[in-house]
């Protein structure tokens, strides 16, 4: 990853009759890294991710490109660009493979060196036996995963990809982020926006948080989490009940992250000792278990713009969530 | 990739999207099957019902000989009724009043107009015996001057069928096209292909690509549906062995047929334009209320069929001629009436052209913006205003 940006934002705005979508966000994005932006739905992500892409443009603020080889530009050269839109769709009547080709040769690749390059990705995502099913009879995964391919094919060097993970399965959820980890190992830019921390947390070199068209914390995860305000994470059974005020007054305790009748996870604050807080826990409960962890994105980003959280150790669909160590 | 090269690869995509080897050979056969037997067939119906005899019941003493088709049996009325009733006969001819006779049938009789000249006839003949006339007399007596006709103008056909064939060429190609456009842009924007596009490609080449492609894959629909009605003008006859039948004189004028064509391309290009623009508004086509809007270019083209009716030498007609929404159906019947010069053709032709120019700037800064929204339809206001922008 280089330190150049190849994508500047700078003061970027965007309204929709009553709605401002995008409110002065500006973020650069780097020579071979993946950038998300984050953010629940309404943050303003594919607001942000349509006038990337030239889809729409800003109505104040810049967008600068600059392009391996090229002069930094607004509008860039459509062919150097990906773009794999939220809103999806392709000719349902129409092959899987000459769609492939249609959609390379709009940007730029010849026809043949399409055909051989999307021949390779149809193989890669395991439908190379569909290249010439009519795309209408597809599932909606493997339609998703023909999109995919043709936001890459033609080895842009900035693809811009609105929730790539939406539409599929863990398995492919995997399958999508080794891809484009691959993409950046090749030097490609990535900048995707999702709803799926936990994913992002893994594949993502920097991130940019955003809530309500604006940046609430931007940077690398370690920045993030260093900016938040929170240090470790503490997740704690204990016997009883212990109220809130006993929790807050804890030596070194930023604040109670999310608590059920014996469970409770604690957020220190940065260089806050992990023995202090349990030694004056065990004052005013007896402590069962205990894990300690770092905030796992969600944590920041809900922290951040101060809405709850869910059960200790767990997302909103009950899947564990990264950054959880194994218990002391 | 250079705006051209875009046009290219979109034109070429929508071209073979709606080119279907398999459909152009069943319009071909389904052509020749309705226009070559299918019309026979009725033809020879038509014929036979014209030929078929008519039995009527007179009043005893009527004396009537038979007419053409028509039998008359003399019989008292309460016998006519019956056998009227039993399908016997097929009317009751009443000659109470030999100058006003009333007829009763079962049914609205298809020979009523036909019985009506007979009867006139032999009024005729009774009333020319009455003064010593002969029918041979009469005949000299009513024909007709002969009149020697001369144009010197540069009159093409005086027929109607060329006329029909450049309307109908326009009509067919104009009324395919919109359809296939139709289709091909409220699809894509139901199936949200719009953004996938769009961000590759800028709109203008987008719309260009599109009208290109689809009207090429018209003309080849507009080619198979002719040669659907050439084999079933010559086959028959060559089956038969019997002689082909002639072109039309316009067929055997280039000076027609490069006209025609150059209006036709003229006026698709124009046609194409604003159907694409007015089409990317529509949100639903199930639901939408424009969609009406959309038939208009066959109305226009449709005007054309107006030489058929009026002398194409009027003055709403002329003006039709010129007016760049009209004159590619009306201005090659005007010219092929011998109604317009070579100047006054150029003169139309590079109003139409102008307009289909001006209107494809127009055309893509409409299709740019409405394309993309989805949800609902932009009002006609906020069409205007983008187009004062564009």
């Keep these: 990853m280089s330190a150049t940006p190849l994508l500047s934002v700078d003061r970027v705005s965007k309204r929709f009759a009553t709605v401002l979508a995008v409110d002065e966000l500006s973020f650069e994005a780097r020579r071979g890294e993946v950038f998300a932006l984050l953010g629940p739905n309404g943050a303003g992500k594919s607001t942000t991710v349509r006038m990337l892409a030239g889809i729409t443009q800003p109505d104040s603020g810049t967008i600068t490109f600059r392009l391996p080889g090229a002069e930094p530009a607004r509008s860039p050269d459509r062919s150097r660009l990906g773009y794999l839109p939220e809103e999806r769709g ?34 890669r995502f395991g439908l190379a036996g569909r290249a010439n099913d009519r795309l209408g009879t597809l599932s909606k995964g493997n339609q998703q995963k023909v999109q995919f391919i043709a936001a890459v094919l033609h080895e ?14 863990p398995v492919n959820q995997d399958l999508v982020s080794t891809v484009i980890r691959e993409l950046r190992s090749a030097g490609m830019t990535v900048v995707l926006s999702a709803h799926h921390m936990d994913l992002v947390e893994t594949l993502a070199d920097r991130v940019l948080l955003m809530h309500r068209g604006r940046a609430v914390l931007h940077g690398t995860l370690s920045e993030v989490r260093a900016s938040s305000g929170m240090g470790k994470r503490l ?45 004056a826990l065990a004052d005013v409960a007896e402590v069962v278990d205990v894990r300690s962890g770092t905030p796992t994105l969600r944590e920041v980003y809900l922290a951040a713009v101060g809405e709850g959280a869910f059960a200790p150790g767990l997302d909103a669909a009950g899947r564990r969530e990264e950054g959880e160590e194994e218990p002391a | ?98 100058a006003a006779p009333s007829l009763v049938v079962p049914r609205d009789p ?11 006839q032999r ?7 009455e003064v010593g006339v002969t029918p041979d007399e009469l005949s000299a007596l009513g024909a007709p001057v002969p009149l020697e006709v001369n144009v010197t103008g540069s009159s093409r056909s005086s027929g109607v069928w060329p006329l029909v064939v450049i309307s109908g060429f326009m009509l067919t190609l104009v009324s395919t096209g919109t359809a296939l456009l139709f289709t091909a842009i409220t699809g894509e924007k139901t199936q949200r292909v719009t953004e996938l596009v769009l961000s590759a490609i800028s709109p203008q080449a987008w719309i260009d690509g599109k009208v290109l492609g689809t009207g090429l894959s018209v003309v080849v629909n507009v080619l198979a549906f002719g040669l659907g009605i050439g084999l079933a003008l010559l086959v028959p006859p060559l089956v038969r062995r019997e002689p082909l039948p002639t072109l039309p004189a316009l067929a055997g004028d280039p000076g027609v047929v490069v006209v025609s064509l ?8 124009l046609y194409f334009l604003l159907f694409a623009a007015v089409a990317a508004t529509i949100d639903d086509p199930a639901t939408s209320q424009r969609s009406g809007v959309l038939t208009l270019p066959a109305l226009f083209v449709g005007l054309g069929f107006l030489g058929l009716v009026i002398d194409p030498g009027n003055g709403v007609y002329r003006f039709l001629s010129y007016l760049p929404l009209s004159s590619p159906s009306a201005m090659p019947v005007r010219y092929l009436a011998g109604d317009a010069g070579a100047l006054e053709v150029l003169l139309s032709l590079a109003l139409v052209t102008a307009t289909a120019v001006a209107s494809r700037r127009a055309a893509g800064r409409v299709f740019a913006l409405a394309i993309l929204m989805t949800g609902k339809e932009p009002t006609w206001r906020e069409v205007w205003r983008w187009l004062r922008r564009a």
């Design chain 1, 90 to 123: 392709l000719y349902p009547e129409q092959k899987v493979l000459p769609t492939l080709v249609y959609l390379a040769a709009l940007r730029g690749l010849s026809r043949a060196e399409a055909r051989r390059r999307a021949e390779a990705w149809l193989e």
């Design chain 1, 156 to 169: 842009p060097a900035l693809a811009v990809l609105d929730e790539p993970f939406s539409g599929f399965d």
């Design chain 1, 235 to 279: 997740d704690v059974t204990l016997s009883g009940a212990v109220d809130d005020a006993a929790l807050a007054a804890l030596p070194g305790v930023e604040r109670v992250l999310a608590r059920t009748a014996t469970t409770v996870r604690l957020a220190l604050r940065p260089g806050a000792r992990v023995g202090d807080a349990l030694r």
């Design chain 2, 1 to 98: 990739m250079s705006h051209w090269r875009a046009v290219r690869e979109v034109a070429a995509w929508e071209f073979r999207r709606f080119l279907r080897v398999r459909e152009l050979l069943t319009t071909i056969v389904v052509v020749a099957v309705m226009a070559g037997p299918l019309p026979a067939a009725i033809g020879y119906m038509a014929r036979r019902d014209a030929e078929s005899a008519v039995t009527l019941a007179v009043p005893p003493g009527a004396g009537l000989a038979e007419a053409s088709r028509f039998r008359f049996v003399e019989l008292p009325p309460d016998e006519a009724a019956s056998a009227l009733e039993r399908g016997e006969v097929d009317g009751i001819l009443d000659l109470t009043d030999p």
């Design chain 2, 110 to 120: 298809r020979w009523a107009d036909a019985l009506a000249a007979a009867l006139g």
């Design chain 2, 123 to 129: 009024a005729l003949q009774a009333r020319l015996a």
């Design chain 2, 262 to 269: 150059a209006f036709a391309a003229a006026g698709a290009a």
